[in-house]
Every structure is written in structure tokens, then in C-alpha cells.
């Protein structure tokens, strides 16, 4: 009874320190969906600059600033590209990690919901990072467009203006991190208490083994089987010879009393004399 109360003690454990885990699960999951599709939207905006942008024919420009022109529409083309791609690259790697760790977390073998978090926790280092190049690249495209299109008056007014959103996002940022930064080392973990008294580990059904005692009873029991069926196989087969040999003595009397009605009264009589 004390080791079933135990082990109902270990599961409650568990079950809950799960319950807890799966609630900074679902953390970084809405942050992955969240980074994800702010990306696509980033994505889309960059191939429409990409394809709706139609930079003025070099005629326009002066024989010595062609050269210059030239440079400008390189840089644009590429910043707007590298965009595009690094927010494909987070498009993809956070539907990858949601699709992945929500099917480890939720199908995964015993202790998959700590493996898939903490996973999902160590990847948004690259996913942040590519977001990052994909952002300061769709900004800075705007800063060569403005070259592309406008005079030199507006356009270094556009360029500044630019400059200070993109001072402003990096300031926001670095504030914001400081705000809410915090050591690693203190963070909750539960490892401990998985590893201590709720350390339970559930037995596949393919890799239970049968001891060697039951081993030997179950080949005794099969083989008491097999005499007590070949001991029922010469019964049935004793039973149906004696029962052949009834049914032949049977058609046996059948025959001489046949043979005696078809007799006639005089070697009856004969018979009876003799």
C-alpha cells in the first residue's frame, strides 16, 4: 500500500513540474508565431519594393555619374534581396520550430516537454539574429531608394530622417534589454526535480522481459499442454477404433439374421433335427 501511495506521489509530481514546463512552452511558442509572422510581413513588403520599384533610366543621369548610378542600383538589388531572404530564413525556421517542438513536446518519449523548450529556448538566438539582418536590410533599401529617386536636396533629408529611426530602433532595443536582462543562472528549472523524486521512467511494452521463473513456467505450462492435447489425440483415437469395431459387429449380426429369414422351413427343420 505505502509503495502505491509512493508511486501515485511520484506521478502527481511529475504531472505537475510538466503542467509548469509546458507554460514556458507555450512562452516561446507565441514568441516563435509572433517573430514569424512579423517576417512574412517584412517578406511581402520586400518583394514589392523588389518588383514594383522601376529605378530611372541611366539617360537621365550625367556621363559621370552613371558610374554612380550603376553603384546605387547594385546596393539596392542586393540590400533588398538579403532582406527578403533573411526573413524567409525566419519564416521558415520558426514554422519549423513550432511544427517540430510542438509534436516533441506534446508525442515525444518521457521528459520531451523539458527538451523541446529548452530547444526552442537555444534556437531563438539565430532566429533573432536573422531577423535583425532582415530588418536593418529592408531600412537600409529605403535609405539607397531615396538616392535613386528624389534630388539631392530631398534625399539627404530622407536619408537623415532614415538614419535617426534607425538610431531609434537600436536605442529602444539596447533599453529594453537592459530592462528586463536578467542571469541566466537564476532562471527556474525543474531538472532537479525530474531527476530526484519525480524521477519515474515509463517501460516501453516491446522492451518488457519476462523473467527467467516465468520463462520456465510458461514453457512447462506449453508443454503440459501439448501431453494433455497428445494424451486427448490416442483417447479420441482408442474411442473411434472401438467404435468402428462396434459398428462392424453390428453389420455383422445384421447379416446372419438376414441370412436366416431368407432360409427355408424345411432346412429349418433340418437344422433343428440334426
Known amino acids: 500500500m505505502l509503495a502505491a501511495d509512493k508511486l501515485q506521489l511520484q506521478s502527481a509530481l511529475k504531472q505537475q513540474a510538466t503542467a509548469l514546463k509546458e507554460k514556458e512552452f507555450n512562452l516561446h ?13 517584412l517578406a511581402g513588403l520586400d518583394i514589392t519594393m523588389f518588383i514594383e520599384f522601376n529605378p530611372p533610366d541611366y539617360s537621365t543621369w550625367s556621363a559621370e555619374m552613371i558610374p554612380v548610378a550603376r553603384f546605387l542600383n547594385f546596393l539596392y538589388f542586393t540590400t533588398i534581396v538579403a532582406a527578403f531572404c533573411a526573413n524567409m530564413i525566419v519564416v521558415s525556421q520558426t514554422t519549423t520550430l513550432s511544427v517540430l517542438g510542438a509534436g516533441l513536446a506534446l508525442r515525444g518519449p518521457d ?20 531577423f535583425a539582418i532582415g530588418l536593418a536590410a529592408t531600412v537600409g533599401s529605403v535609405t539607397v531608394c531615396v538616392w535613386l529617386m528624389l534630388h539631392w536636396e530631398a534625399a539627404l533629408c530622407s536619408m537623415i530622417i532614415v538614419l535617426i529611426t534607425c538610431r531609434t530602433i537600436w536605442t529602444n532595443y539596447k ?13 527556474v528549472d525543474f531538472q532537479d526535480i525530474m531527476d530526484g523524486p519525480a524521477n519515474i521512467q515509463a517501460v516501453p511494452s516491446e522492451r518488457r522481459r519476462r523473467s527467467p521463473h516465468n520463462h520456465h513456467n510458461g514453457i512447462g505450462k506449453h508443454l503440459k499442454h501439448e501431453n494433455s492435447f497428445s494424451s486427448m489425440e490416442e483417447d479420441s483415437d482408442e474411442w473411434s477404433s472401438s467404435w468402428h469395431q462396434s459398428q462392424q459387429g453390428g453389420k455383422n449380426i445384421d447379416r446372419d439374421m438376414k441370412q436366416r429369414r431368407g432360409r427355408s422351413p424345411k432346412s429349418i427343420r433340418a437344422i433343428q433335427t440334426v
Open 29 to 41: 511558442h507565441s514568441n516563435m508565431t509572433t517573430v514569424g509572422t512579423i517576417a512574412a510581413v
Open 111 to 130: 521528459g520531451s516537454m523539458m527538451t523541446a523548450t529548452d530547444g526552442i529556448y537555444e534556437e531563438r538566438k539565430s532566429v533573432f539574429h536573422c
Open 175 to 187: 533599453r529594453v534589454e537592459r530592462r528586463f536582462a536578467f542571469n541566466e543562472c537564476d532562471t
